[in-house]
């Protein structure tokens, strides 16, 4: 192997970034993702403040020469729309014996003493297979000191992809959170408290591309809506890449004063979530947003029973996405922790401010009642907050929370 060769085998001179489900779709549709995605990737990045060349070619993302791989990796592996991704070392080929030349340098120190196996990827016309590829390097390592080859537990995986006449090597995979890019899908309102369930489903919803916006109520509480605010300034940082993010703070301590007074106790939580949900609609109409979402899971909390969420969804003109519906609170804080949040989400205390608990099958006719009680009630204009452009002192002193 020649001297250049040997000088930069130390280091991977590109990343090789993967997607899913954009490569099904058709060619106009993965066209636009791809250019959602790649506008992720560079806000991200810059983010990281890693400087890097980024190309699309035929199913992959390439992110040639950056300054700082562990960070890039990082970084990118905070983009939805990210299957996975791997540093590699990328350079030219002749033809079979030269490619297991160069990638038999490459993994030589790497395999010595080592069960293995060597798994390639080809895309182009070749003289030569896939399984030519892993059979001629495979013996070629085992010439140069590794132990044996076990195709199904191996200590040591050396990966192969070929593109044309480039020659890609490497021997990790960092996964990344898959899903869509944001901006595949339209704009989503979530009803934000800052706890678990909040903040998992907005993450989840921007999994599969929709640029999410928070409304939070103030009921009274100070430290919740301090919390509320450092969760949504930890999703706006860390995952809305591609995606600026805002959020509305409303005071709903009037309404909560008025419900405590006038509602009978079994309806006081489903009158006030109904309430919330009515103005979220009325603000998600006002920004152009065509649906909600809230964080709720069947029969969580008894507000969120079957019977209780047709309650409060009733007469809405905008769907309501629940995208826990199905998901225990071990599964809800499993994510918590997977994406960063446990610690901020841990400190919020659930409040809705009333004195009462809610019964879990509520009658219509009485709910429509009781919700009639608090017809008349007037909410000052939310308070918004862009998320990206405000540190998280200067949302909170906006808010005079300091």
Not at 148 to 161: Q, W
Not at 214 to 232: I, N
Not at 323 to 348: F, R, T
Request: include cysteine; aromatic fraction near 8%; glycine fraction near 8%.
């Amino acid at each position: 192997m020649n001297r250049v060769m040997e000088a930069v085998l130390e280091y991977f001179n590109v990343i090789l970034v993967r997607y899913g489900e954009i490569g099904v779709k058709g060619v106009g549709t993965r066209r636009r993702m791809e250019g959602l995605l790649v506008k992720a990737l560079k806000e991200a990045l810059e983010s990281f403040k890693v400087k890097g060349k980024i190309e699309v070619s035929e199913g992959r993302i390439f992110i040639w020469e950056p300054e700082d791989v562990e960070a890039a990796v990082k970084a990118a592996a905070r983009v939805f729309g990210v299957k996975s991704l791997s540093p590699a070392y990328a350079t030219e080929f002749a033809g079979l014996e030269d490619l297991v030349a160069r990638a038999s340098e490459f993994f030589s120190e790497k395999v010595k003493g080592k069960v293995f196996r060597v798994r390639a990827r080809r895309v182009g016309l070749h003289s030569f297979t896939s399984k030519d590829v892993e059979r001629a390097l495979g013996a070629k390592l085992l010439e140069l000191g590794a132990s044996k080859v076990n195709l199904e537990n191996p200590e040591y995986t050396a990966y192969v992809e070929i593109r044309g006449r480039r020659l890609f090597l490497y021997d990790k995979i960092h996964e990344g959170p898959r899903g869509l890019p944001l901006g595949s899908e339209e704009p989503v309102l979530v009803l934000f408290s800052g706890g678990f369930d909040s903040t998992v489903a907005s993450w989840t919803l921007m999994k599969r591309g929709c640029p999410v916006h928070l409304v939070h109520y103030d009921l009274g509480f100070p430290e919740t809506v301090k919390v509320a605010l450092e969760a949504a300034k930890f999703l706006s940082d860390n995952w809305s890449y591609g995606h600026r993010m805002k959020m509305y703070i409303v005071n709903f301590k009037g309404a909560a004063l008025i419900v405590n007074g006038l509602v009978s106790p079994p309806y006081r939580t489903l009158v006030m979530r109904k309430l919330m949900v009515k103005h979220a609609e009325s603000l998600a109409e006002k920004l152009g947003i065509e649906a909600l979402a809230t964080g709720e899971s069947i029969s969580q909390v008894a507000s969120q029973t079957i019977r209780n969420i047709h309650l409060i969804e009733r007469n809405t003109k905008l769907p309501i996405l629940r995208p826990l519906a199905g998901m225990d609170k071990d599964e809800i804080i499993k994510i918590s922790m997977k994406i960063g949040a446990y610690e901020i989400n841990k400190k919020q205390i659930e409040v809705c401010g009333l004195a009462a608990t809610p019964t879990p099958k509520g009658r219509l006719g009485r709910f429509e009642k009781e919700l009639d009680k608090a017809s008349d009630i007037i909410v000052p204009d939310p308070i918004e907050v862009d998320l990206k452009n405000s540190s998280l002192k200067e949302a909170l002193e906006k808010l005079g929370l300091l």
